[in-house]
């Protein structure tokens, strides 16, 4: 339960880290990047899920294109690699440092209202 109240305060700009402990903040903002990581790939699944879905619908079947051999050395599979994840790693533990470092909101200022407008800055912390 404890974790859980840590990360409702990450995510609430008003204290962010402010009243974590010091030996909890790094146990903290690993599991914010892991959380992230974890909605990111779930986006990624339910998007193929939804292409495939959409194209198992159509009731016309699909032509069948000539390809060239061209196109065979142009095809890259849609498996994550270990450098995409790092890249993807790295690009949201970047975004929570930026959140970080930014200032905080009033205390008087309402969380959600705040994430309203700067949603699109943090969109893996949102």
């Known amino acids: ?14 204290f962010k880290l402010q009243y974590t402990q010091d ?3 790094e146990y903290i903002k690993e599991r914010a990047v892991l959380q992230m ?6 986006a990624v699944v339910r ?3 939804s292409r495939e879905e959409a194209m198992r619908d159509t009731s016309v079947p699909a032509k069948k294109t000539k390809r ?11 498996t994550t690699t270990s450098t995409e994840y790092l ?10 440092c930026n959140y970080l470092l930014s200032p905080n909101a009033d205390n008087d200022s309402n969380p959600l209202d705040w994430w309203k407008v700067y949603e699109m800055n943090f969109p893996r912390v949102s």
């Open 23 to 25: 030996e909890k903040r």
């Open 68 to 78: 060239s051999l061209a196109s065979f050395f142009s095809y890259r599979p849609t």
């Open 37 to 42: 990581l974890k909605g990111e790939r779930s």
């Open 1 to 14: 339960m404890d974790d859980l109240l840590d990360m409702a305060c990450l995510v609430d700009k008003r």
């Open 87 to 96: 890249t993807a790693q790295q690009a949201v533990e970047r975004e929570l």
């Open 47 to 49: 998007k193929e899920e």
